[in-house]
């Protein structure tokens, strides 16, 4: 009877380790995967001293440093780390652009990924977000973030910026809302987020529209979807792109002129936006050079430098309307319009549309 019992109790546990092994490959398989591809910026950022917030040099950790330092990310996804640059974002470039942007479209056409999180400096996240926002093919999440304090400082935001980037990409419920920007417990989309304070944790805000949301105790809880279209419904194919036009920014200003409109011209611009004063007014200083770079075949796109707000219809002013787009995202769509068109009417209808 004894020789009996041991046998059941030999099989039972036998039975259990197979039932714990099931169970924790069922919880394997049920995890998402979700490739973070890193940039540089100050999320991978170091300084001598952990109270120190500026004059760190960024970039410096690579993205698997950035994974490994987040261990309740394994919680949440299967991370791949993978480094695509690395550099401060005021020195991202076209090129980094075009790379990134094929890079994730290789990425997102895997079956086994369900998202993509870009690690990215801050201080042009925001562009490198409405670019990708524009040129991915697929519509599964693709969610941005960075950090406005370096790794090694107190209280650090770039962990759980990252965390919360995963676990938004993680989520079913991102698909199909274009690419998302997740910074300090905010979802914002990537067409209206935009830095605000040169110092804040909470600088990234969304003025004309909203946030679609935000996380709740590590869960994504979505408010609202973009109007405009984005990624699978835009008309821009970078594939086979090695470079983007030429596309400058001339800012107004009291008693401005015309030369900088003059040098854009001169360098070979093939578009210019003007950051102007209001709701996009040009002063009377520049309207000759504005007039004449038209004429010299160069796309004026006016925008306003204030940061939010509609550039109306105006016979005053010359140039197309950069509909409620600031400055710096205008000028990332009216490089890929003219990969497109020279047509103005269509180019419009783009700044319309997306």
């Known amino acids: 009877m004894k020789v009996f019992n041991a046998g059941i109790a030999v099989a039972l546990i036998a039975l259990s380790s197979i039932t714990t092994g099931l169970a924790q490959a069922g919880q394997e398989t049920a995890r998402p995967t979700v490739a973070v591809l890193a940039t540089g910026g100050t999320i991978a950022g170091t300084a001598a001293q952990d ?26 996804a299967r991370v791949q780390a993978e480094q695509v640059a690395n550099v401060g974002s005021d020195n991202m470039d076209n090129q980094v652009l075009l790379k990134l942007a094929k890079r994730i479209n290789e990425v997102l056409r895997q079956d086994d990924v369900s998202g993509v999180v870009v690690t990215h ?41 990252l965390l919360q980037a995963v676990t938004v990409a993680a989520s079913p419920e991102a698909r199909g809302r274009g690419v998302l920007v997740v910074l300090n417990d905010r979802i914002g989309a990537a067409r209206t987020i935009t830095k605000t304070n040169a110092n804040a944790l909470d600088t990234f805000k969304s003025s004309s529209g909203g946030y679609l949301g935000s996380l709740v105790n590590q869960r994504p809880v979505f408010e609202s979807t973009v109007g405009k279209r984005h990624t699978t419904q835009t008309p821009f194919d970078i594939s086979k792109l090695d470079s983007l036009p030429k596309v400058d920014i001339v800012y107004g200003y009291q008693n401005d002129n015309g030369y900088m409109y003059d040098a854009a011209v001169a360098h070979q611009a093939k578009g210019i936006v003007i950051a102007g004063v209001g709701a996009g007014s040009e002063s009377n200083f520049v309207l000759p ?15 306003s430098r204030t940061g939010s707000g509609y550039v109306p219809a105006d016979e005053a002013y010359p140039g197309l309307l950069g509909d409620d787009l600031n400055p710096q995202k205008a ?22 549309t997306y």
Do not use: C, H, W
Request: glycine content about 6%; charged content about 20%.
């Open 289 to 303: 050079a504005v007039r004449k770079a038209i004429e010299q075949g160069v796309v004026v796109v006016r925008s």
């Open 51 to 76: 109270t120190q917030t500026t004059g760190y040099k960024p970039g410096v950790l690579t993205a698997s440093a950035l994974i490994a330092s987040v261990p309740a990310l394994d919680k949440v």
């Open 331 to 352: 000028r990332i769509l009216l490089m890929l319009a003219l990969t497109v068109t020279q047509d103005q009417a269509a180019i419009q209808d783009m700044f319309d």
């Open 121 to 161: 400096g801050t201080d042009t996240l925001e562009e490198t977000a409405y670019f990708l926002n524009l040129v991915v093919k697929s519509d599964k999440p693709v969610v941005v973030t960075g950090a406005m304090r370096p790794a090694t400082a107190i209280g650090a935001d770039g962990p759980s910026n």
